[in-house]
């Protein structure tokens, strides 16, 4: 616990017991071709590779918050099990060209949802009858990681800070809860975790990135947030 490892998820799942985690919160690739190159962004028999990994992750996980690209949403609905809730991360802002905007990325909950987080209710300012909290919704807008300068690091991929956190505090009870992450990529769900006081685990291939995560979480102290 509290490591990132440097091999192959896959493999390294089949040493994990049954619902030994609490949550699995995960990025996995999109297929989509945004890797830099790197090449584990394009991998044969995509559909497959996720049906598979979606089992597994059920066997180790009592719960799991799975991001993907929307060119998905039929394999991820058709998975072995159906999704608890569907969300929408609406990541407005950041972007340039002369297309439409790929303007939000979908994430499904599999298992119980724990906690509903409650956020500022801006119309209890001009409206008393309300309260000054309210329960989250399923769409949630949260700038990306082009408009957080000083949070980025050399992946194309990587998620905020405060999009992760959230889904933390949506999907964990206590601090005693396990997180593991197949994916890890740049670290962002363990600096999450390490921020929240949560023991997580992950697995990354590429050592590159190995190596940006562990230099995120030494810089954590305490909590961010």
């Known amino acids: 616990m509290n490591k990132i490892h440097n091999v192959d998820c896959l ?17 996995p690739p999109y297929n989509i071709g945004i890797d830099g190159g790197k090449g584990w962004d394009n991998i044969e028999k995509y559909e497959d ?10 066997r180790i996980s009592k719960r799991q918050l799975i ?14 099990k159906k999704p608890t ?4 991360w609406h990541r407005e802002g950041g972007f340039a060209g002369d297309w439409i905007k790929k303007g939000y990325e979908p994430f499904y909950v599999w298992g119980d949802i724990p906690t509903i987080p409650k956020i500022k209710n801006h119309y209890a300012l001009t409206d008393k009858r309300l309260k000054s909290e309210k329960s989250i919704s399923n769409v949630w807008s949260i700038a990306n990681i082009v408009g957080l300068k000083k949070e980025s690091v050399e ?10 956190s959230q889904a933390l505090r949506m999907m964990t009870t206590n601090v ?4 593991f992450d197949p994916f890890m990529g740049s670290g962002t769900t363990a600096v999450a975790c ?3 006081g949560l023991d997580w685990c992950g697995c990354e291939l590429e050592k590159d990135y190995v190596d940006i995560a562990n ?7 305490g909590s961010l947030f």
Do not use: G, W
């Open 67 to 80: 991001f993907f690209d929307y060119s998905y949403t039929r394999l991820f609905e058709n998975l072995n």
């Open 194 to 196: 390490k921020s929240l």
């Open 11 to 27: 493999e390294f799942m089949k040493q994990v017991p049954d619902n030994y985690f609490d949550l699995v919160l995960t990025d």
């Open 85 to 88: 809730e569907r969300f929408i």
């Open 49 to 58: 590779f996720i049906i598979y990994l979606h089992k597994e992750l059920c």
């Open 155 to 164: 992946h194309p991929t990587q998620k905020p800070i405060s999009l992760i």
């Open 215 to 221: 230099k995120r979480l030494e810089a954590v102290q």
């Open 176 to 179: 005693n809860d396990k997180v």
